[in-house]
């Protein structure tokens, strides 16, 4: 009786007969829009670069947002099918391809990017780390959507709590028939405060008050680093799998796949600045 009621959204956002437009798929878009946006603001800033001159031009943001929307895609997908559910789409191949009904996993759509950017800055001749700085700069815009479309979608929802800002989660009766209706801590929004808003502020901070795009590869460590310690610190609200191989000694798939995100993130701010070619 103390809890929050659920909005319960309809995840179709728009439909125009048999065409539906999700509210996930619009968050993706409106998060990728709106960070292409954002890159062309930062490579339009010279006085945020070395020397005065951004590593491209913001007329190649056109290009590179193609890149990502690939990497996010391909890789957010394949991350979902390979870190979280093989066992589903090895008995499923078909609904690999059904990326409108969800399943996108985050550090796969990083690692997917990650190559797509490493591919387009060697396409221009341009530094890898820069090009990767930028764009990291940009993703907490999207993992704010994307967030938001998890809350809206009822999914990957928290863990009981009695805090008077739980709420009673309705899809978690098809996981936990047994023991709904439970009070649970609304964790997609926790997350899309801290691994989307706060680490916004905080990488904004550091490229337009720390100059840190002089130092390339600062900023995507820092995101690295960043986005491992909030995702981490937000598992411990989310709900526990008990499915996954990951799931034991107080740890969670999430926070597993984060280790080598901080320690990746701790490796690029100890090298930020480090002499290198176009392409590095």
Not at 130 to 139: G, L, N, P, Y
């Amino acid at each position: 009786m103390l809890a929050l009621p659920f909005p319960e959204f309809d995840p179709v956002a728009l439909s125009f007969y048999s065409i539906e437009v999700r509210w996930y798929g619009l968050s993706y878009m409106a998060g990728l829009l709106l960070g292409w946006l954002y890159i062309r603001r930062l490579v339009s800033t010279p006085s945020l670069w070395p020397f005065g001159k951004a590593p491209f031009s913001a007329d190649k943001v056109d290009d590179l947002l193609l890149f990502m929307t690939v990497g996010v895609i391909v890789g957010g997908r394949l991350g979902s099918v390979l870190l979280y559910e093989p066992g589903y789409y090895t008995d499923n191949p078909f609904e690999i391809l059904a990326v409108w009904k969800g399943g996108m996993a985050f550090h796969g759509a990083l690692i997917g990017c990650g190559a797509a950017v490493s591919v387009f800055a060697w396409r221009n001749n341009v530094s890898a780390r820069s090009a990767m700085d930028v764009c990291t700069a940009a993703v907490p815009i999207g993992l704010v959507f994307g967030r938001l479309a998890n809350f809206i979608n009822g999914e990957l929802f928290g863990r009981p709590t009695d805090m008077p800002w739980g709420m009673v989660f309705p899809s978690a009766k098809f996981d936990f028939p047994n023991l709904e209706p439970l009070v649970r801590h609304p964790s997609q929004l926790y997350e899309a405060a801290l691994e989307g808003v706060a680490l916004f502020l905080l990488l904004r901070l550091l490229t337009h008050s720390k100059g840190a795009l002089q130092s390339p590869g600062l900023i995507t460590g820092m995101f690295l680093i960043g986005y491992g310690c909030a995702r981490s610190f937000s598992e411990l609200f989310r709900q526990f799998d008990v499915h996954h191989a990951f799931s034991a000694y107080g740890l969670t798939p999430g926070i597993v796949y984060s280790i080598p995100m901080i320690l990746l993130g701790i490796w690029f701010v100890r090298t930020a600045g480090a002499r290198q070619k176009s392409f590095a």
